[in-house]
């Protein structure tokens, strides 16, 4: 017996992913619907071979339904998720709108499983934001090891993180650059992104820091543990799919970096690569598709006591958003709903 599954935000690059990675891993799934804003209403989705056309979030009816996967922005989910919620309909949600809500789960099913029990205070799950997602299921084998006590992560976050518009703006950016005419100036990004980098993601803060940069450290305390200092740096650079991290590790305890490879190894959702010699590290090109987060480049820091340096890689429309979503609806699957 499988689910009922609602997709909301099915025609977003997101959303279309969450039903190519239901597909792809044979979710078991009794009936599926896509659900989109009006006027994307009767657009078709693919789900396997199936081809599903739109219905309309505005009027839909989530009681009997058993899963919600939200791909939409946090207004719209403000006003959709505790209705799907109120029915019944266990929403898991890719905004930001409850991840530091105290009675909302906030899951990395690799690193903090057990949390999912919180979700019946509300019948909501938060996903984590990408950069963060792929930061904490490399932390977590390492900090049961050693105990993580503070990160410096520098983020090289791809354009697809701000949706089709920022795809679109890198694309036409960069062939204005060789087309005249054809010029693009910058409107999703505050600056040119074609052949640069822009070190401000979301909105800057009182402090100095951006949004995006605050989501990694509140986040990371909320999943992992409360008392690991975290600063970042999030950099947009022109690639289309995949983030990259540079992680600067401080531990209570001593970790060699081959005890740290080996650990990483046999962790969940991870793949080490890691060759000393040319191409032996994986980058964000090579992870499109793929559901593992990949780690390179692991190797101590020997200017502070118990340091380690990695490198880690993720599909951020996958592990940073999509994959962690199903991989919560199959979490939930095989601990609370449990269908036969």
């Known amino acids: 017996m499988g689910y009922r599954i609602a997709v909301v935000g099915a025609t977003g690059n997101v959303g279309r992913e969450m039903?190519?990675?239901?597909?792809?891993?044979?979710?078991?799934?009794?009936?599926?619907?896509?659900?989109?804003s009006?006027?994307?209403l009767g657009s078709e989705c693919s789900f396997g071979d199936k081809t599903l056309k739109t219905k309309d979030l505005d009027?839909?009816?989530?009681?009997?339904?058993?899963?919600?996967?939200?791909?939409?922005?946090?207004?719209?989910?403000?006003?959709?998720?505790?209705?799907?919620?109120?029915a019944g309909c266990v929403v898991i949600d890719n905004s930001s709108l409850y991840r530091y809500d105290t009675d909302v789960p906030l899951i990395v099913p690799e690193v903090n499983p057990d949390a999912i029990e919180g979700y019946a205070k509300r019948n909501i799950i938060a996903n984590p934001?990408?950069?963060?997602?792929?930061?904490?299921?490399?932390?977590?084998?390492?900090?049961?090891?050693?105990?993580?006590?503070?990160?410096?992560?520098?983020?090289?976050?791809?354009?697809?993180?701000?949706?089709?518009e920022g795809m679109d703006e890198l694309w036409h950016q960069t062939k204005g650059l060789y087309v005249p005419g054809q010029e693009k100036a910058p409107a999703k990004f505050?600056?040119?992104?074609?052949?640069?980098?822009?070190?401000?993601?979301?909105?800057?803060?009182e402090d100095g820091q951006t949004k995006e940069e605050w989501k990694m450290v509140a986040e990371t305390k909320k999943i992992v543990d409360s008392s690991i200092k975290v600063t970042a740096t999030c950099v947009r650079v022109p690639v289309?799919?995949?983030?990259?991290?540079?992680?600067?590790?401080?531990?209570?305890?001593?970790?060699?970096?081959?005890?740290?490879?080996?650990?990483?190894?046999?962790?969940?959702?991870?793949?080490?690569?890691?060759k000393r010699e040319d191409g032996g590290y994986v980058t964000p090109v090579e992870c499109v598709g793929e559901f593992a987060t990949y780690i390179s480049r692991i190797r101590q820091d020997p200017t502070i006591d118990n340091g380690l340096n990695l490198w880690c890689v993720s599909d951020n429309l996958r592990k940073g958003a999509a994959l962690n979503a199903v991989q919560i609806a199959e979490l939930l699957g095989r601990r609370v709903l449990k269908k036969d």
């Open 240 to 274: 289309f799919v995949g983030h990259s991290e540079a992680l600067n590790i401080e531990f209570e305890d001593h970790l060699d970096e081959e005890e740290a490879r080996d650990i990483l190894r046999e962790a969940p959702g991870i793949m080490v690569v890691d």
């Open 59 to 86: 009027t839909f009816d989530f009681t009997g339904w058993d899963i919600a996967l939200f791909a939409i922005g946090s207004d719209a989910t403000k006003t959709y998720a505790p209705k799907a919620a109120k």
């Open 190 to 205: 505050t600056k040119q992104i074609a052949f640069n980098v822009i070190p401000h993601i979301d909105v800057f803060m």
């Open 19 to 36: 039903l190519n990675i239901l597909a792809e891993r044979q979710f078991p799934v009794d009936e599926i619907v896509a659900l989109a």
């Open 129 to 164: 934001n990408c950069s963060t997602a792929q930061m904490v299921v490399a932390l977590k084998p390492l900090h049961d090891r050693a105990r993580v006590k503070r990160v410096v992560v520098s983020t090289y976050q791809s354009v697809s993180g701000a949706g089709k």
């Open 38 to 40: 009006r006027r994307s």
